[in-house]
């Protein structure tokens, strides 16, 4: 009887601390020989209760790594005026270095042009057309927090990404298209699928990386997989159970893909706590650039 295999399960929770621990590290040396403390600003524009959450998790977290935290609450039916002066206030304010809207936006708002509105320079979430085309172009920039994230966990596990296939599932602005750009930009040989793909399975069945963002429970099969394959599943979905209990899951069936993958992120506890590490990573990076003072390493892309 041989051994059953099973994938290394990737700990993006502890990665994560240790970004965090990183971070806190970068910004105690701030304070101390240069008198600067970095700041972020969240934009909360309505009520939606899941973005509450979120605010008040990046908030919490902020804080705890050493940083000044901002919230600004405006009511849902905020004009763009009103939060484009909000935006434009916080862009010439030095003591913040980071700015993030907290997406979706009520629909009455534009959410490119309140996007586009925020410095280049502070908008930690990577979304500003500048900063997607100096991704695009391989020139320093934000990078959006999720596919930083993945691409900080990759390189942990993998060392160099150069030459590997890599397939990205989901082309959102926010999660697929830059995953693609970070992978192509560490020499991956890269395939994006989308609702409209042919083939899907023989795609992914090709790939030494699958990154998963489509937002579908458990879509993917581990008849999908090449045998020990990297799998970075981004999908946070909430099913229901038969005995009417919740439970988050991710875009790849996990239990499947164990046997075969060579290693899997779990939802939760793999990207999931990455996304807030780097949005405090990028904070400081800001905060770094602003001040003409050497980034750290390893917290870019
Ligand atoms: P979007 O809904 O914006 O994009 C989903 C993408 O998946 C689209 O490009 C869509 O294709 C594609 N897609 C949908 N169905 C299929 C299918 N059957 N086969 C192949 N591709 C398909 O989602 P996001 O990118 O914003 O998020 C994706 C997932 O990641 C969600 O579960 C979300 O909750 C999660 N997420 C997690 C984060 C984290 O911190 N861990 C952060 C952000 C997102 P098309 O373009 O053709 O419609």
């Given amino acids: 009887m041989t051994d059953a295999h099973e994938a290394t399960i990737i700990d993006g929770k502890a990665f994560a601390a240790n970004v965090r621990a990183q971070v806190a590290a970068h910004v105690t040396a701030l304070k101390a020989d240069h008198g600067i403390t970095p700041g972020l600003a969240v934009v909360l524009v309505g009520e939606d209760p899941a973005s509450q959450v979120y605010v008040r998790s990046k908030g919490k977290q902020t804080v705890e790594a050493g940083m000044k935290s901002v919230e600004e609450k405006l009511p849902a039916d905020t004009s763009q005026d009103d939060l484009l002066a909000v935006i434009n206030r916080l862009n010439a304010d030095d003591s913040i270095h980071g700015i993030l809207v907290q997406l979706p936006l009520p629909d009455h708002l534009d959410s490119n042009l309140v996007i586009n509105t925020i410095d280049p320079a502070k908008d930690v979430d990577g979304f500003h057309i500048s900063n997607v085309g100096l991704l695009g172009t391989g020139q320093k920039s934000m990078v959006p927090c999720t596919p930083l994230g993945c691409l900080m966990l990759l390189r942990d596990h993998h060392g160099?990404?150069?030459?590997?296939?890599?397939?990205?599932?989901?082309?959102?602005?926010?999660?697929?298209?830059?995953m693609a750009q970070l992978l192509l930009n560490d020499s991956c040989t890269v395939t994006i699928a989308h609702s409209r793909t042919q083939n899907i399975e023989t795609i992914v069945r090709a790939a030494d990386i699958v990154v998963a963002a489509v937002g579908?429970?458990?879509?993917?099969?581990?008849?999908?997989?090449?045998?020990?394959?990297?799998?970075?599943?981004?999908?946070?979905?909430?099913?229901?159970?038969?005995?009417?209990?919740?439970?988050?899951?991710?875009?790849?069936?996990?239990?499947?893909?164990?046997?075969?993958?060579?290693?899997i992120t779990p939802v939760p506890g793999g990207v999931g706590p990455m996304t807030i590490a780097c949005l405090l990573a990028n904070t400081l990076t800001a905060c770094c650039r602003a001040n003409g003072i050497k980034e750290p390493e390893g917290l870019t892309a």
Avoid: F, H, Q
């Fill in 216 to 263: 579908r429970s458990e879509m993917v099969p581990g008849s999908w997989i090449k045998p020990g394959a990297t799998i970075i599943d981004v999908g946070i979905n909430r099913i229901e159970l038969k005995d009417g209990t919740k439970k988050l899951v991710g875009d790849v069936d996990y239990k499947d893909c164990l046997p075969v993958a060579g290693a």
């Fill in 160 to 178: 160099s990404l150069s030459g590997k296939n890599a397939v990205v599932l989901g082309r959102s602005n926010i999660v697929g298209k830059p």
